[in-house]
């Protein structure tokens, strides 16, 4: 005689747990955080160029871009894949979509941006956000968005709105 038990269990069984996230474009390494009702972007593979980052990873929603998650060769605690520092060099152009509420430090550090679109939906940009990324030289960040006195390089000039 077998018995068979089902279990169901939902996402926050899973809370704090890293994932590579497999898609059509580039791939992302995230973590479900806030009790499985949300994800955190750690790191990309991908080829550069421009790109748009997800609103929703297995119907989560993107809420917060890690530490260093695409941050250049130069940036402080970059590790995880070596292979990434050359693509992330030629990373032109990112879209941050209206779910993200929260940038870590050193996130897009040395990454070579040349635009980036900051959505109403961020209230934080941490230290060293954007820094040395020389070819990026306005930003437009909402009035309401705490910005690190580093999160953008010098060169940078920040326009509220």
Do not use: C, K
Request: zero cysteines.
């Amino acid at each position: 005689m077998a018995i068979l038990v089902v279990a169901v269990i939902g996402a926050a069984a899973f809370y704090g747990i890293q994932f590579l996230a497999a898609s059509a474009g580039p791939d992302f390494r995230y973590r479900v955080i806030d009790n499985g009702d949300a994800v955190e972007i750690r790191s990309f593979i991908g080829t550069g160029g421009t790109l748009e980052i997800p609103s929703h990873i297995r119907d989560l929603p993107v809420t917060r871009i890690h530490r260093n998650a695409f941050s250049g060769p130069y940036a402080g605690g970059w590790t995880w894949l070596s292979t990434q520092r050359e693509i992330i060099r030629r990373l032109d152009a990112v879209t941050i979509p209206d779910t993200v509420t929260h940038i870590g430090r050193f996130a897009f550090m040395d990454s070579r941006l040349r635009y980036v679109h900051i959505p109403d939906s961020v209230v934080y940009i941490g230290r060293s956000a954007f820094e040395q990324n020389h070819s990026l030289t306005a930003a437009s960040v909402p009035y309401h968005t705490y910005v690190h006195a580093w999160a953008f390089g010098r060169n940078v000039t920040i326009t509220r709105r």
